[in-house]
């Protein structure tokens, strides 16, 4: 059964900061990942999909990698600014199509 | 612009009631999703449609039901509300194909006492 971990479940971090947010799965069998962002009250908007295939996807200030034979995915956000602060939730997509998320990182930018 | 909308956004409702929620999408979306949010346990499948007539039982369907007339709306029915239910509930549709992103609803504050 696909588990999908990520660490930390918070972090917290002074303006300006880079910084490095993981997920790890245990099944390399994916269709593609998933990282979303949740402001609190409200739904998930999606900021990059990787596919299988591919090794990493940039957004702005976003780059996200994947590397399926360890497992693992790293979301990398640059310049962190304050609105920023959110939680970020990966998500795998397994090969019957259904995403697997996992309980996501609560990010905090102090200014 | 196309949006995916929920309602009611909080209910609360007692043991052994029925409650429905609904989910509409303007995005002319095949697909769509109902999943449950706890803490600790991320978001989980609850129940998923492909198309028009389509249902299938995601990874925590006991207790619930959907049913698919038309292209915009997935309703979600608790038939007999437990506490265990108390959650959010998110929907989410996605486009023909099935490994598209997916696009979330603002979700649904369920409490039941």
């Known amino acids: 059964k696909q588990e999908v971990t990520q660490i930390p479940a918070a972090l917290s971090v002074p303006e300006g900061e880079n910084l490095v947010l993981n997920c790890s799965f245990t099944?390399?069998?994916?269709?593609?990942l998933q990282w979303f962002r949740q402001d609190p009250g409200k739904g998930l908007t999606s900021l990059l999909l990787?596919?299988?295939?591919?090794r990493e996807q940039t957004s702005g200030r976003l780059n996200a990698s994947l590397d399926k034979s360890s497992g693992r995915s790293t979301l990398y956000i640059a310049a962190s600014q304050p609105g920023d602060s959110a939680t970020y939730l990966c998500a795998v997509m397994d090969s019957s199509y259904k995403l697997i998320f996992g309980s996501g990182t609560r990010l905090l930018v102090r200014p | 612009d196309a949006e995916i909308t929920q309602s009611p956004r909080h209910k609360i409702t007692e043991t052994g009631r029925q409650v429905t929620l609904a989910c509409h999408q303007t995005?002319?979306?095949?697909?769509m999703f109902w999943y449950r949010q706890d803490l600790g346990h991320g978001l989980r499948l609850i129940h998923y449609?492909?198309?028009?007539?389509d249902t299938n039982k995601g990874e925590v369907s006991d207790g619930y039901s959907v049913s698919r007339s038309n292209t915009e709306d997935l309703p979600l029915t608790l038939e007999s509300a437990a506490s265990s239910q108390t959650s959010v509930y998110f929907c989410?549709?996605?486009?023909w194909g099935f490994g598209d992103t997916q696009y979330f609803g603002p979700g649904t504050r369920l409490t039941v006492l």
């Open positions: 449609s492909y198309g028009v007539q």
């Open positions: 995005w002319n979306h095949n697909n």
């Open positions: 099944d390399s069998a994916i269709y593609n």
């Open positions: 989410a549709s996605s486009s």
């Open positions: 990787i596919q299988s295939s591919q």
